[in-house]
């Protein structure tokens, strides 16, 4: 059995364009890999039956579970008959906005392609992700990214400023689904350029935006005592991840985000992790 590290993911700032014709939203959002991670392990088995085991969490069973729709789809693309046990230790929260799913997918198929000696690209593995989900090549792509199009278009950004982020899960689960559902756009916007970095804190706060927020406080506003409890605990400013409900706090040290990430864990049924860029 071999093990391989899934890490999460916050949006700094995310930007909803327009609705597309096929459903989905064309997006501007800069992403940056966490290190909160979920912890994929992988062994071969006889047969064909791909098993996935989640100690604690109740997940999807058969090929509705990513994970094992990520296997099975190298697989075929493989073209080879493969049994598999996927045992996943699950760290970073569910339905949260951190990304959680569609990492342990990437995973699978990076670790997969490492175990097999398949010698698939990273583009070739972005180009199965991507059908598992929009997020899915973020995370075979392994930079700080600044993505568009449904979110698989990326485009890698440096400079950005050695911070230090505390994540805050209340313990609430939001669908992504809703959030776009009853996501009301304004007028649509092409604008929005590549952002460019020197390494100073303000220029990433000066960033934080999501579209996706209000939706999700309107129905939990408990996500707005979230951002303002972080501020309190020293953040120099604060947002909601994706469609929530995870909210990040930004801090320019360590301690100071260990202290705040300390003392939002107290309350009852919150999860907080201080984390810093990867």
């Not at 990437?106 to 199965?128: D, R």
């Amino acid at each position: 059995m071999e093990t391989f590290l899934a890490p999460a993911k916050i949006n700094i700032c995310l930007h909803v364009l327009n609705r597309r014709a096929d459903g989905y939203h064309d997006l501007a959002m800069l992403m940056q890999r966490v290190s909160l991670y979920d912890k994929i392990s992988m062994s071969l088995a006889d047969g064909a039956d791909i098993k996935v085991e989640c100690g604690g969490v109740k997940l999807p069973v058969g090929q509705q579970n990513i994970a094992a729709s990520a296997a099975q789809a190298l697989f075929d693309r493989a073209g080879i008959r493969q049994g598999l046990e996927i045992v996943i230790e699950k760290n970073i929260p569910v339905a949260a906005g951190l990304g959680g799913g569609s990492s342990d997918a990437a995973t699978v198929l990076m670790g997969l392609n490492q175990m097999l000696g398949l010698g698939f690209s990273s583009e070739q593995l972005m180009e199965t992700g991507v059908k598992l989900g929009a997020d899915v090549p973020f995370f075979i792509f392994k930079h700080a990214a600044w993505a568009t199009g449904i979110g698989d278009r990326l485009e890698e950004v440096h400079g950005l400023p050695p911070v230090w982020y505390v994540l805050v899960n209340p313990g609430l689960e939001v669908s992504t689904a809703w959030v776009y559902k009853n996501l009301r756009l304004t007028s649509p916007r092409d604008n929005l350029r590549i952002p460019r970095f020197s390494g100073a804190v303000e220029e990433v706060i000066n960033l934080l935006h999501n579209d996706l927020e209000t939706v999700t406080v309107e129905r939990y506003p408990l996500i707005e005592q979230v951002k303002r409890q972080l501020v309190q605990l020293g953040a120099k400013g604060a947002l909601m991840s994706g469609s929530g409900s995870t909210v990040f706090g930004v801090f320019s040290n360590q301690d100071t985000a260990q202290a705040a990430a300390d003392k939002m864990s107290c309350r009852d049924g919150w999860r907080a992790f201080a984390v810093k860029p990867i």
